[in-house]
């Protein structure tokens, strides 16, 4: 690509996520730029741009970096569409993917990985990818089922189904499914092979053309995917912040309870789970959370103790995917007598990372850590020395050692925890987000404000993604159960007693079939049947049972059809209280500390599942349905446009915003730059219980204010029944004659 646009790239203040498929690419993106230039953002955040596995409806299945996806109108597609977004004043942020490409299947294109299994290492792109050649020299590829019989030799290539390789076979064996890769993978997913992009001339090929459009002015910011599966996170931020210019960047970087993002990462913040979990429990009343764990305890069976569930899955995942994992680890930290004390410390990391380069000191916390893990390992494996050993090795070890531990951690936290444990354990399934701790029901007023307070200025915020469990509005439903444990245990025991299936799903059923009411039997059964494989109680994506697949799809449709029309009924007379949390977590989303994201058509409500329910095509523009959806759309455009005016993001100081009065810890309200005011209703069946707000009232900076909802006018000592009277939210800007 040759030649720029005439545009002085625009801070990045706001952003609005759309998901690119076949159908719906550059075009169709350019067609939204005057819908999303009057909804307020600043920018559009793409999903990967780059050649991928030809009909990927995601994109992270890159098979060619130096391509812009022709599926989405390439080149060409893509200038077009940056010409159509600049003359509306709106930028460009993409995803990249710089930890893994695809393993070969027809047309992918995928031209180092083929010419490796060709030439093995003999291929000038040996050193692309994480391979372990083994005994024999071969890599191992997990691809075959149990047909292996379908594998079929022709025109210089071996062909099993849709996938090809290249003959002859001197440099890879093709292995069963169930065996482990012979290369550092995504997660478990052995069609995603690991990149070395910690080599300079790894990451100039694969970083390219993305570099060139942030050269010309057509891209002004970046979305990483996945960084903790890098050998060096930090040294790959530095290169990519040297290499391209400084843009904003953020990262991927699932954080734990009081984690924060490691202080020498260059970039700008994190995709925005932590600000996600924060603003949940913002709304999440802490008096609901010994009811509702009783209450899942005794329909489910399971325990109470989630850390124990937490531990068995990750035991669950490493037993199940990670046994090629494992056995690299071992050999790297001292051979197999120290395989069990491997497994044990994997299972009792609390993070996804702890980030340590070989040849530097071992930062503090990152010892801590370890040796915490380490403590636990010990006393679950009853061999203290052979724990010790390892976690030495895995602190002060080889470089082989240290950054293969780093980089198995991540995966076993995610299969283990992300997609299997937040499946078994739920009492309240809108605390089972990734990142997410659904066992602390408690998050006080004071500890939130005090986190705004020290999040980095220009970090992401967000409250649903491609990959969020359920939709923000779905959470919001979900946050009135905490509120409401008795009479909800009263409303399942109802359903329950007219139809059952699984012990240990079915509550997790009724939950999802309330929060994303109306849903029909087979939105509800494709979820129930993933939940079912990620749980891995019952089937597994590998362990498939055709029975159990056809009681939950009868689950499913009796579920709807018998209890339909009394799901229906609790949505409605919770729905004053769900529409409270959705405005009061959106309101706080878009004005705390950060660039706020909106997830593409949460604009309005929207009651998804996780993918693919959530990457459903969305109708633009929305058509507001009701007043939760016109007050939601309303907010949204009214508080992007206003963070708009504001400017960059760091530029707006954070200040809480005192409330008084009998019902005051039913209010969040908080101050940015002593130029816009966003207010709160939380807890609302509480705040309903009690009266109202009576009395209650709220003290606003100096100035004059605008209420931009209602164009009420507002100084001083404000009752919040007045300021709330139309809304549970205000978003208050101050009159530009007054003096700062």
């Known amino acids: 690509m040759s030649g720029s646009l005439s545009r002085v790239p625009t801070p990045v203040v706001s952003t609005y996520r759309v998901q690119l498929t076949p159908s719906h690419g550059f075009a169709a993106v350019a067609a939204l730029a005057p819908y999303l230039a009057d909804l ?27 391509r812009i996806r022709a599926e989405f109108g390439g080149p060409d597609g893509f200038r077009a569409m940056s010409r159509e977004l600049a003359v509306h004043g709106l930028g460009i942020v993409v995803d990249i993917v710089p930890n893994h490409m695809t393993v070969p299947v027809p047309e992918s294109g995928n031209a180092p990985l083929w010419s490796v299994l060709r030439e093995g290492s003999a291929s000038p792109y040996s050193s692309w990818f994480d391979i372990d050649w083994g005994e024999d020299g071969k890599v191992v590829l997990p691809v ?20 090809e390789f290249p003959l002859p076979a001197d440099h890879y064996r093709l292995a069963s499914y169930r065996e482990g890769p012979g290369y550092r993978r995504f997660f478990d997913v052995s069609s995603l092979i690991g990149l070395r992009v910690e080599d300079p001339a790894v990451f100039e090929a694969t970083h390219r053309v993305v570099l060139s459009l942030i050269a010309e002015g057509l891209v002004d910011g970046l979305r990483v995917d996945h960084p903790d599966g890098l050998a060096d996170p930090r040294g790959y931020l530095e290169m990519l912040r040297e290499r391209s210019g400084g843009v ?25 789970y932590d600000a996600l979990n924060r603003i949940t429990g913002l709304f999440t009343d802490p008096a609901g959370g010994g009811p509702l764990v009783a209450g899942f305890v005794r329909r489910t069976g399971g325990t109470a103790d989630y850390e124990a569930v937490v531990y068995q899955g990750k035991r669950d995942v490493l037993d199940l995917f990670f046994g090629a994992e494992v056995d690299r680890l071992t050999a790297a930290v001292g051979g197999p007598r120290l395989r069990a004390a491997v497994v044990e410390l994997l299972a009792a990391m609390p993070v996804y990372r702890a980030y340590i380069v070989p040849g530097e000191p071992v930062p503090p916390e990152a010892a801590r850590l370890v040796e915490e893990a380490g403590r636990t390992a010990a006393r679950r494996l009853g061999d203290e020395a052979a724990v010790a050993e390892v976690v030495k090795q895995v602190l002060y070890g080889t470089p082989e050692a240290v950054v293969r531990f780093q980089q198995t951690c991540g995966p076993v936290m995610a299969k283990g925890v992300e997609d299997t444990a937040l499946y078994r354990w739920y009492p309240l399934a809108c605390l089972n987000e990734v990142g ?16 705004c307070a020290t999040l980095p200025p220009r970090t992401m915020t967000t409250l649903s993604t491609h990959d969020t469990k359920r939709s923000e509005d779905v959470r919001a439903r979900l946050a009135v159960l905490s509120e409401i444990p008795d009479e909800w245990a009263r409303a399942v025991d109802g359903w329950a007693a007219q139809v059952s299936f699984d012990p240990a799903l079915d509550y997790l059923g009724w939950q999802n079939l309330l929060g994303a009411w109306p849903i029909g039997a087979d939105r509800l059964a494709a979820y129930l049947h993933k939940a079912a494989r990620e749980a891995k109680t019952a089937i597994s994506w590998v362990r498939p049972d055709p029975a159990y697949e056809r009681g939950l799809d009868e689950f499913a449709a009796r579920a709807v059809a018998e209890c339909g029309e009394s799901v229906a009924a609790f949505a409605r007379r919770i729905e004053p209280y769900a529409m409270a949390n959705s405005l009061g977590q959106k309101i706080v989303q878009l004005m705390m500390p950060g660039v706020p994201d909106v997830y593409q058509g949460n604009e309005i409500t929207d009651f998804s599942l996780v993918d693919p329910d959530n990457r459903r095509p969305v109708r633009y523009p929305p058509e507001p349905a009701g007043e939760w959806d016109a007050a939601k759309l309303l907010l949204t455009r009214t508080a992007l446009r206003l963070r708009r005016r504001l400017g960059a993001p760091g530029r707006l100081p954070y200040a809480p915003v005192g409330a008084g009065g009998p019902a005051g810890e039913h209010v969040v309200a908080f101050a940015r730059g002593g130029r816009a005011v966003a207010v709160a209703t939380r807890l609302p069946v509480g705040l309903a219980r009690r009266g109202g707000w009576g009395n209650t009232w709220l003290d606003l900076p100096p100035g004059h204010w605008t209420d931009l909802l209602t164009g009420g006018a507002h100084t001083g000592r404000i009752p919040l029944a007045h300021l709330l009277s139309r809304y549970p939210i205000a978003v208050l800007e101050r009159d530009d004659a007054d003096e700062l």
Not at 40 to 61: A, F, M
Not at 251 to 265: T, V
Not at 436 to 451: I, Q, R
Request: overall charge negative; glycine content about 12%.
């Open 40 to 66: 307020g953002v600043t920018h559009v955040y793409l999903s990967p741009i780059l050649q991928s596995v030809p009909g990927s409806l995601h994109g992270y299945d890159v098979t060619d970096h130096s």
């Open 248 to 272: 904003w960047t953020i990262a991927e970087k699932i954080l734990i309870g009081e984690e924060r993002l490691p202080s020498d990462w260059a970039c700008d913040g994190t995709t925005g």
């Open 144 to 163: 075959l089922g149990d047909d292996a019989g379908a594998l079929r030799e022709g025109a210089g290539v071996l062909r099993y189904h849709d996938h």
């Open 436 to 451: 997410g701790e659904p066992d602390d029901f408690s998050y006080p007023l004071a500890e939130f404000h005090e986190y």
